[in-house]
């Protein structure tokens, strides 16, 4: 079955670009039934959707990280990535990737997600 | 977009039935039928228990169920047991083509 799995530093310091990767198994990242997401939860917190993007690259990102978030997707290795640019300490949190079914707009599968924390 | 509204815990006896809330607004629950819920043990992947509503993916009980009246949402889950204390969230898609989620609702099972 399909399977996610975020990999990345999970210490990062204040004012630097956060990167994570996600790896699919199990399936191929190019099928249009679906495309991917990126959401994130600080701890203690809910969770917060960061951005998506379609196989063709097309993104969508949430407001309100708009300007310091980049998600890019590599065909040729299954993988989808995370640039979260100028990070500080709320930016800590536990990193998930996740797949949605086009056209009903869910997370059907998720990884099971990375922390990564912001600190000197 | 802000977060959707839902309390912060609910709990319930083994056997019983139980109704979480999740409130948001014209632009997100009330503007589409793309609400999904989502059941997590923190330290592991959350799972969708629901989307569009009221649909359940492959291998979900039929002891979940959801529905959604202007803009407010809701997920029961009858016949409680103890696997099912968790974290429970929602999210739906909103006007904007973006997602937006609840602050999640911990259940306790007694």
């Known amino acids: 079955q399909v399977q996610l799995q975020e990999s990345g530093p999970g210490l990062v310091k204040p004012s630097q670009t956060l990167s994570l990767t996600c790896t699919v198994s199990g399936g191929s990242i190019s099928s249009e039934s679906y495309y991917w997401s990126w959401i994130r939860q600080p701890a203690g917190k809910g969770l917060e959707w960061i951005g998506r993007i379609y196989h063709s690259g097309n993104t969508k990102y949430n407001p309100s990280l708009k300007s310091r978030v980049t998600i890019s997707i590599d065909t040729s290795k299954n993988q989808i990535s995370l640039k979260l640019s100028s990070v500080t300490a709320a930016d800590t949190a536990v990193y998930h990737c996740a797949r949605v079914l086009a056209g009903w707009e869910a997370f059907d599968i998720w990884g099971q997600g990375t922390m990564v924390t912001v600190s000197s | ?110």
Request: hydrophobic share 25%; aromatic share 10%.
């Open chain 2, 1 to 110: 977009q802000s977060a959707l509204t839902q309390p912060a815990s609910v709990s319930g006896s083994p056997g019983q039935s139980i109704t979480f809330s999740c409130t948001g607004t014209s632009s997100d629950v009330g503007d589409n039928d793309d609400v999904s819920w989502y059941r997590h043990h923190p330290g592991k992947a959350p799972k969708l228990m629901i989307y569009a509503v009221s649909n359940r993916p492959s291998g979900v009980s039929n002891r979940f169920s959801g529905s959604k009246s202007g803009n407010t949402a809701s997920l029961t889950i009858s016949g409680l047991q103890a696997e099912d204390e968790a974290d429970y969230y929602c999210s739906s898609y909103t006007s904007s083509n973006t997602w937006v989620f609840g602050g999640g609702t911990k259940l306790t099972v007694l």
